[in-house]
């Protein structure tokens, strides 16, 4: 069983995240998704809108995610990707390059960014 990994907050779930977990799953067979906690969004300098709890929920009812987990720091991929016996760590491509020291430990995927929606021009859209 081919394991993928990715992380994100993925807060006012939009398109381009469905459109990311979509082509993450299309790489494996299981997809773990790493959320990003409301402490860590904070030292992301992220305000969500939806609290973790509820991020999460969401989440777990995506028919391409097989498990949610916490993303508390930056320094957890390595351990995560061992823990979960992961072969494949994938992100958008606005985190190119970021993440290559995961190279050591599994594939490292970097698939392109959906244009025209994000979680910020929701907020501005409606403002
Ligand atoms: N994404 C995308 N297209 C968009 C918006 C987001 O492909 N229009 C992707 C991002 O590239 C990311 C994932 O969806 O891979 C989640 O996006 P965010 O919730 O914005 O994640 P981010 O805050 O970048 O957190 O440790 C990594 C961080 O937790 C990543």
Redesign the pocket.
């Known amino acids: 069983m081919k394991k993928v990994i990715?992380?994100?907050?993925?807060?006012l779930l939009?398109w381009?995240?469905i459109?990311?977990?979509k082509r993450a799953k299309e790489l494996g067979d299981y997809l773990v998704v790493?959320i990003?906690t409301d402490e860590?969004n904070r030292l992301?300098h992220?305000e969500a809108y939806h609290s973790f709890e509820h991020r999460k929920l969401i989440l777990e009812a995506i028919r391409y995610v097989d498990e949610v987990i916490p993303?508390n720091d930056?320094e957890q991929?390595i351990q995560d990707v061992k823990d979960h016996n992961i072969d494949i760590f994938?992100?958008?491509?606005?985190?190119k390059g970021e993440?290559d020291f995961l190279e050591d430990y599994c594939k490292v995927v970097y698939?392109?960014?959906?244009?025209?929606?994000?979680?910020t021009k929701i907020k501005d859209d409606l403002r």
């Not at 994938?90 to 985190?95: E, F, L």
């Open positions: 990715t992380y994100g907050t993925f807060d939009h381009g995240h459109k990311l977990l790493a990003s860590f992301k992220k993303e930056w991929k994938v992100m958008g491509d606005d985190w993440f698939l392109p960014r959906t244009t025209g929606i994000s979680t």
